[in-house]
């Protein structure tokens, strides 16, 4: 295992300034944001212009991209075709995960689960692997919904984010049955009640989360997503300066 942080931790830079942000914090691995509303890169610039996306995930101060995560606004086959160029990107710039959003709640089930048929067909072809993320008001929302779409969808895997799983119910252990779908996961301290709180104030148990990552023998990346505060007097940089050293000392244990 190895840690890592999204460029999402800071949505209102660019993503140069975000990039030398993360490596002036330390951060040895990323995740970049391909969101057309978004600062980082846009799926729009892998569409049309695949080599300044690609000088784009090459470009990153020594930093490793490990996963994008992709936000697709198009429907039908066009959402279908900009993700297929989103996959030849990964395959050249020796990306290996892809994290999508599940559909909103109330989304067909058979649907969802074509949806990720074809997403999963698409990413096999060009060597990379692709994650439904774990989200609060989303199909994977529901720990017993994300077990059977990734049990229907041979190849399929979860990007972990267990703070959506133990909002309104912190001491959830529901999620647990997922490891074994788990390709990526996403860190930050949470509590029942909200959503991220400071690093040491919520009830995130990082040290079971990786023991039982280390059962399923995971191996890719604990990827920090801690959002800018409101709060004048929290220190963004050091909270993700604290949760990277957290998770580095207990990934070396």
Do not use: W
Request: a negative charge.
């Amino acid at each position: 295992m190895f840690v890592a942080a999204t460029t999402q931790c800071y949505p209102d830079l660019p993503l140069d300034q975000a990039i030398e942000k993360l490596a002036h914090l330390e951060f040895s691995h990323i995740e970049i944001m391909v969101d057309e509303d978004g600062q980082h890169l846009k799926p729009s610039t892998i569409m049309n212009d695949f080599q300044a996306a690609y000088d784009t995930c090459m470009s990153t101060q020594r930093l490793i991209v490990s996963g994008l995560y992709l936000n697709i606004a198009e429907q039908g086959e066009a959402y279908f075709d900009t993700f297929k160029k989103c996959c030849e990107l990964a395959k050249a710039a020796k990306i290996v995960t892809l994290t999508v959003p599940s559909g909103e709640h109330g989304t067909p089930f058979n649907e969802e689960v074509e949806r990720y048929k074809e997403l999963v067909k698409i990413a096999e072809r060009h060597g990379v692997r692709v994650a439904m993320r774990s989200k609060v008001g989303a199909l994977s929302a529901d720990t017993d919904t994300v077990s059977v779409i990734c049990g229907h969808v041979k190849g399929l895997g979860l990007s972990l984010d267990p703070s959506h799983y133990m909002f309104g119910d912190p001491e959830t252990t529901a999620y647990e049955k997922l490891y074994q779908y788990v390709h990526n996961v996403y860190l930050r301290d949470s509590t029942g009640e909200q959503l991220q709180v400071m690093v040491g104030q919520g009830v995130v148990d990082y040290g079971r989360i990786i023991n039982q990552l280390r059962q399923v023998k995971y191996q890719r990346a604990l990827c920090v997503d801690i959002q800018p505060s409101e709060d004048p007097d929290l220190d963004h940089d050091g909270e993700l300066r604290k949760l990277r050293l957290l998770l580095e000392s207990l990934i070396m244990v």
